[in-house]
Protein backbone atom coordinates (compact mmCIF):
# COMPACT_ATOMS: atom_id res chain seq x y z
CA UNK A 1 0.00 0.00 0.00
CA UNK A 2 1.48 3.43 -0.68
CA UNK A 3 -0.52 5.63 2.23
CA UNK A 4 1.51 8.50 1.48
CA UNK A 5 0.61 8.60 -2.10
CA UNK A 6 -3.79 8.95 -0.45
CA UNK A 7 -2.21 11.70 2.13
CA UNK A 8 -0.86 13.14 -0.76
CA UNK A 9 -3.74 12.86 -3.28
CA UNK A 10 -6.01 14.33 -0.33
CA UNK A 11 -3.51 17.02 -0.07
CA UNK A 12 -4.12 17.65 -3.77
CA UNK A 13 -7.65 17.81 -2.93
CA UNK A 14 -7.26 20.50 -0.13
CA UNK A 15 -5.74 22.63 -1.79
CA UNK A 16 -7.26 22.57 -5.25
CA UNK A 17 -11.18 21.47 -4.46
CA UNK A 18 -11.80 21.92 -0.63
CA UNK A 19 -13.45 24.67 0.25
CA UNK A 20 -15.73 24.68 -2.62
CA UNK A 21 -18.97 26.47 -2.00
CA UNK A 22 -18.25 26.31 1.61
CA UNK A 23 -17.54 29.56 3.51
CA UNK A 24 -15.34 30.02 6.50
CA UNK A 25 -16.81 29.89 10.00
CA UNK A 26 -17.49 32.76 11.95
CA UNK A 27 -13.89 32.93 13.78
CA UNK A 28 -12.16 30.51 11.61
CA UNK A 29 -8.67 31.50 10.57
CA UNK A 30 -7.94 32.84 7.35
CA UNK A 31 -6.33 30.28 4.98
CA UNK A 32 -3.13 32.15 4.40
CA UNK A 33 -2.89 32.15 8.53
CA UNK A 34 -3.92 28.30 8.58
CA UNK A 35 -0.83 27.64 6.06
CA UNK A 36 2.04 29.95 7.31
CA UNK A 37 1.94 31.80 3.95
CA UNK A 38 4.33 34.48 3.41
CA UNK A 39 2.97 38.34 2.94
CA UNK A 40 3.96 37.76 -0.76
CA UNK A 41 1.97 34.61 -1.01
CA UNK A 42 -1.28 37.33 0.38
CA UNK A 43 0.09 39.76 -1.81
CA UNK A 44 -0.26 37.32 -5.23
CA UNK A 45 -3.80 36.15 -4.08
CA UNK A 46 -4.99 39.84 -4.03
CA UNK A 47 -2.83 40.47 -7.17
CA UNK A 48 -4.76 40.22 -11.22
CA UNK A 49 -3.48 37.75 -12.62
CA UNK A 50 -0.74 37.69 -15.58
CA UNK A 51 -2.62 37.96 -18.84
CA UNK A 52 -2.58 34.64 -20.46
CA UNK A 53 -1.31 34.23 -23.86
CA UNK A 54 -3.56 33.20 -26.50
CA UNK A 55 -0.88 30.84 -27.98
CA UNK A 56 0.07 29.15 -24.91
CA UNK A 57 0.29 25.36 -24.66
CA UNK A 58 -1.25 22.76 -22.75
CA UNK A 59 1.78 22.36 -20.89
CA UNK A 60 2.54 26.47 -20.22
CA UNK A 61 -1.37 26.59 -18.95
CA UNK A 62 -1.11 23.43 -16.22
CA UNK A 63 2.37 25.22 -15.01
CA UNK A 64 0.28 28.86 -14.29
CA UNK A 65 -2.35 26.53 -13.17
CA UNK A 66 0.03 24.97 -10.13
CA UNK A 67 1.80 28.50 -9.48
CA UNK A 68 -2.12 29.88 -8.70
CA UNK A 69 -2.40 26.93 -6.28
CA UNK A 70 1.16 27.61 -4.82
CA UNK A 71 0.65 31.53 -4.24
CA UNK A 72 -3.25 30.62 -3.47
CA UNK A 73 -4.43 33.02 -5.93
CA UNK A 74 -8.00 32.24 -6.60
CA UNK A 75 -8.27 34.77 -9.37
CA UNK A 76 -5.25 32.97 -11.34
CA UNK A 77 -7.18 29.68 -10.94
CA UNK A 78 -10.62 31.27 -12.38
CA UNK A 79 -8.74 32.70 -15.32
CA UNK A 80 -7.47 29.30 -16.28
CA UNK A 81 -10.52 27.54 -16.54
CA UNK A 82 -12.72 26.64 -18.94
CA UNK A 83 -15.85 29.32 -19.62
CA UNK A 84 -18.19 25.84 -18.89
CA UNK A 85 -16.06 25.44 -15.47
CA UNK A 86 -16.35 29.13 -14.25
CA UNK A 87 -19.98 29.07 -15.46
CA UNK A 88 -20.93 25.97 -13.92
CA UNK A 89 -19.35 26.71 -10.35
CA UNK A 90 -21.23 30.35 -10.38
CA UNK A 91 -24.86 28.26 -10.95
CA UNK A 92 -23.84 25.97 -8.27
CA UNK A 93 -22.60 28.41 -5.59
CA UNK A 94 -19.41 27.06 -5.94
CA UNK A 95 -15.54 27.73 -6.89
CA UNK A 96 -12.13 27.28 -5.98
CA UNK A 97 -10.10 28.30 -3.16
CA UNK A 98 -6.47 27.48 -3.17
CA UNK A 99 -4.61 28.21 -0.24
CA UNK A 100 -0.99 29.46 -0.10
CA UNK A 101 1.52 26.32 0.03
CA UNK A 102 5.39 27.03 -0.55
CA UNK A 103 5.77 23.38 -0.30
CA UNK A 104 4.30 22.39 -3.64
CA UNK A 105 6.69 21.68 -6.53
CA UNK A 106 5.79 19.95 -10.16
CA UNK A 107 7.56 18.79 -13.14
CA UNK A 108 5.31 18.84 -16.70
CA UNK A 109 5.63 16.12 -18.61
CA UNK A 110 3.76 14.96 -22.12
CA UNK A 111 0.95 16.23 -23.46
CA UNK A 112 -1.49 14.16 -25.64
CA UNK A 113 -3.84 15.20 -27.69
CA UNK A 114 -7.18 13.54 -27.24
CA UNK A 115 -9.40 13.79 -30.11
CA UNK A 116 -9.20 15.00 -33.98
CA UNK A 117 -10.15 18.30 -34.15
CA UNK A 118 -7.56 19.08 -31.56
CA UNK A 119 -9.25 20.58 -28.94
CA UNK A 120 -8.67 18.58 -25.76
CA UNK A 121 -5.71 17.37 -24.42
CA UNK A 122 -4.48 15.76 -21.33
CA UNK A 123 -1.07 16.69 -19.95
CA UNK A 124 0.67 14.48 -17.64
CA UNK A 125 2.17 16.13 -14.43
CA UNK A 126 3.97 15.00 -10.76
CA UNK A 127 2.37 16.82 -8.07
CA UNK A 128 5.12 17.23 -4.87
CA UNK A 129 4.68 18.22 -1.18
CA UNK A 130 7.63 18.54 0.90
CA UNK A 131 6.73 17.20 4.50
CA UNK A 132 7.69 19.07 7.87
CA UNK A 133 10.35 16.45 8.37
CA UNK A 134 12.14 17.52 5.11
CA UNK A 135 10.73 13.83 3.19
CA UNK A 136 9.17 14.42 -0.18
CA UNK A 137 5.56 12.70 -1.19
CA UNK A 138 4.62 12.69 -4.35
CA UNK A 139 1.87 11.79 -6.90
CA UNK A 140 1.22 11.58 -10.77
CA UNK A 141 -1.68 13.93 -11.85
CA UNK A 142 -3.49 14.56 -15.56
CA UNK A 143 -4.62 17.68 -16.49
CA UNK A 144 -7.66 17.87 -18.77
CA UNK A 145 -7.71 20.45 -21.00
CA UNK A 146 -9.93 22.03 -23.97
CA UNK A 147 -9.40 24.67 -26.01
CA UNK A 148 -11.71 28.11 -25.94
CA UNK A 149 -11.56 30.82 -28.38
CA UNK A 150 -8.99 32.16 -25.99
CA UNK A 151 -6.97 29.44 -25.94
CA UNK A 152 -6.16 26.40 -23.69
CA UNK A 153 -7.87 26.29 -20.32
CA UNK A 154 -8.18 23.62 -17.47
CA UNK A 155 -11.33 21.47 -17.57
CA UNK A 156 -10.47 18.77 -14.94
CA UNK A 157 -7.66 16.76 -13.35
CA UNK A 158 -7.28 13.05 -12.83
CA UNK A 159 -5.22 10.88 -10.60
CA UNK A 160 -5.26 7.12 -8.66
CA UNK A 161 -5.72 7.80 -4.84
CA UNK A 162 -4.03 4.48 -4.63
CA UNK A 163 -1.30 1.91 -6.56
CA UNK A 164 -3.58 -0.52 -9.32
CA UNK A 165 -6.37 2.10 -9.19
CA UNK A 166 -7.21 3.72 -11.86
CA UNK A 167 -7.49 7.57 -12.07
CA UNK A 168 -10.06 9.46 -10.69
CA UNK A 169 -11.36 12.28 -12.90
CA UNK A 170 -12.30 15.61 -10.98
CA UNK A 171 -14.32 17.53 -13.38
CA UNK A 172 -14.37 21.16 -12.74
CA UNK A 173 -17.81 21.50 -15.37
CA UNK A 174 -19.37 19.62 -13.16
CA UNK A 175 -18.89 20.50 -10.09
CA UNK A 176 -21.31 18.49 -7.87
CA UNK A 177 -19.92 15.30 -9.03
CA UNK A 178 -16.42 17.14 -8.24
CA UNK A 179 -17.77 17.47 -4.88
CA UNK A 180 -19.01 13.89 -4.42
CA UNK A 181 -15.79 12.53 -5.61
CA UNK A 182 -13.75 14.44 -3.25
CA UNK A 183 -15.91 13.52 -0.12
CA UNK A 184 -15.04 9.60 -1.79
CA UNK A 185 -11.51 10.70 -1.20
CA UNK A 186 -11.29 12.03 1.90
CA UNK A 187 -13.86 9.12 3.17
CA UNK A 188 -11.23 6.78 1.79
CA UNK A 189 -8.26 8.28 3.14
CA UNK A 190 -9.56 8.22 6.68
CA UNK A 191 -10.53 4.28 6.45
CA UNK A 192 -7.44 3.17 4.95
CA UNK A 193 -4.82 3.12 7.70
CA UNK A 194 -7.96 0.73 9.99
CA UNK A 195 -8.56 -1.26 6.78
CA UNK A 196 -4.87 -1.78 6.27
CA UNK A 197 -4.30 -2.51 10.20
CA UNK A 198 -6.77 -4.91 10.06
CA UNK A 199 -6.34 -6.64 6.93
CA UNK A 200 -3.27 -6.28 5.13
CA UNK A 201 -3.77 -9.29 2.38
CA UNK A 202 -6.70 -7.01 0.79
CA UNK A 203 -6.01 -6.30 -2.64
CA UNK A 204 -6.66 -2.17 -3.64
CA UNK A 205 -7.50 -3.59 -7.34
CA UNK A 206 -10.71 -4.87 -5.84
CA UNK A 207 -12.17 -1.72 -5.69
CA UNK A 208 -11.12 0.22 -8.56
CA UNK A 209 -12.93 3.40 -9.13
CA UNK A 210 -13.76 3.95 -12.74
CA UNK A 211 -12.96 7.22 -14.50
CA UNK A 212 -15.44 8.84 -16.01
Given at each position: ?K?????????????????????????????????????????????????????????????????????????????????????????????????????????????E???R?????????????????????S?????????????????????????G????????????????????????????????????????????????
Amino acid sequence: MKHRTWMLALGVLSLGLAGCGNSPKEGAPRAAASTGASPAAATARSAEPTAIPAAAQPGEIVARFYDALKTGSAAGISALLTDKAREEMAKSGQDIRPQASSALTYSIGATELVDRQGTGAHVKTVWSETEANGTTASTEVIWVLRKQANGWRVAGMATAIEDGQLPILFNFEDPEDMERKREYVERAGQEQPAVQQADRSVDPAANRTQMR
